[in-house]
């Protein structure tokens, strides 16, 4: 029973986030936002094509490497850029922008879409645990059930009934993943604008 009516609730969830003009098959709470885009983030100088190429360089590609992994703190991130926009111009500053996102935003893409992928197995185990209640309900108004297949189908139950159950929490962390992703973009390009000329 408690299954019928949490699957009815992810049904009545899907019907909202149709409505509200989301992706109806995104599990998270958190808006879907596909993409990241520099003019999002940035409100320093336009990159062009030599500041695309600057982007590319050996000092910058390697700080930007440094900056974009989580377990740098951003507070020592941000001591790095400052330590960096120091002795860079504005066109350095850009391009370190753009590496920085060059890193983040396919990471956090993928991560984007294997949730959707996840969101999709979880449905579909959804309703191979219904079809499974469905048919121990069957087998057991049998004339004369067969009760070791029924014990195998309840097997069975319980077995996709923990894989869902362990998946759903988990999923609370693999959907704050992306919007720590965003953050942590947003607070690097707030650094790197400080440092602009």
Request: a negative charge; proline letters at 6%.
């Amino acid at each position: 029973m408690k299954f019928l009516i949490f699957a009815m609730s992810l049904a009545a969830t899907g019907v909202a986030h149709a409505e509200s003009g989301t992706d109806p098959d995104w599990p998270c709470i958190q808006r879907k936002q596909p993409h990241l885009s520099l003019g999002q983030m940035w409100t320093g100088p336009e990159p062009d094509d030599a500041v695309r190429e600057l982007a590319r360089s050996p000092d910058i590609a390697h700080l930007a490497d440094r900056l974009e992994q989580r377990r740098l703190p951003i507070d020592q991130a941000t001591a790095e850029i400052g330590t960096f926009a120091a002795q860079a111009d504005n066109a350095k500053l850009t391009a370190l922008m753009v590496a920085v996102l060059d890193r983040i935003e396919p990471q956090r893409s993928a991560l984007i879409s294997g949730i959707a992928r996840y969101g999709h197995k979880q449905v579909d185990l959804a309703k191979r645990i219904e079809d499974h209640r469905a048919k121990m309900a069957e087998m057991e108004k049998a004339p004369s059930p067969d009760f070791d297949a029924i014990d195998e189908q309840e097997k069975q139950l319980d077995w996709d009934m923990r894989i869902f159950q362990d998946r759903q929490q988990s999923l609370t962390y693999v959907c704050e993943t992306p919007v720590i992703l965003e953050q942590r973009v947003f607070a690097l390009a707030r650094a790197i604008q400080a440092g602009l000329k």
